[in-house]
Nanobody, 118 residues
Framework: QVQLVESGGGSVQAGGSLRLSCAASEYTYGRYCMGWFRQAPGKERDWVAGTDSIDRTSYADSVKGRFTISKDNTKSILYLQMTSLKPEDTAMYYC????????????WGQGTQVTVSA
């Protein structure tokens, strides 16, 4: 059972930056596909960014050019660098791991809150 723990959330003003981290309980990032998701109050959870075992990355259109997903395989830490934050980025952010890279994620963290004020 892989455990994922997010950190780095907080409150910032629009235009600011935050870096989220996701630590895994065991070595996963060299083999798994990883993703960041977010869920705003009253809305469905949305995929934000993803990376695979050979470090290819992809982003939702809403964050492309502002967010960067990366990972440190030796430390089993996944990052989400967020810049030029907007109020609409306010949400609970979750990291997730997919063992088979099929788009279905097997393991989820508990989430970290990001709040962006205007």
């Amino acid at each position: 059972q892989v455990q994922l723990v997010e950190s780095g959330g907080g409150s910032v003003q629009a235009g600011g930056s935050l870096r989220l981290s996701c630590a895994a309980s065991e070595y996963t990032y060299g083999r798994y596909c990883m993703g960041w998701f977010r869920q705003a109050p009253g809305k469905e959870r949305d995929w934000v960014a993803g990376t695979d075992s050979i470090d290819r990355t992809s982003y939702a259109d809403s964050v492309k050019g502002r967010f960067t997903i990366s990972k440190d395989n030796t430390k089993s830490i996944l990052y989400l660098q967020m810049t030029s934050l907007k109020p609409e980025d306010t949400a609970m952010y979750y990291c997730a791991a997919s063992a088979r890279c099929t788009g279905t994620f097997d393991y989820w963290g508990q989430g970290t809150q990001v709040t962006v004020s205007a």
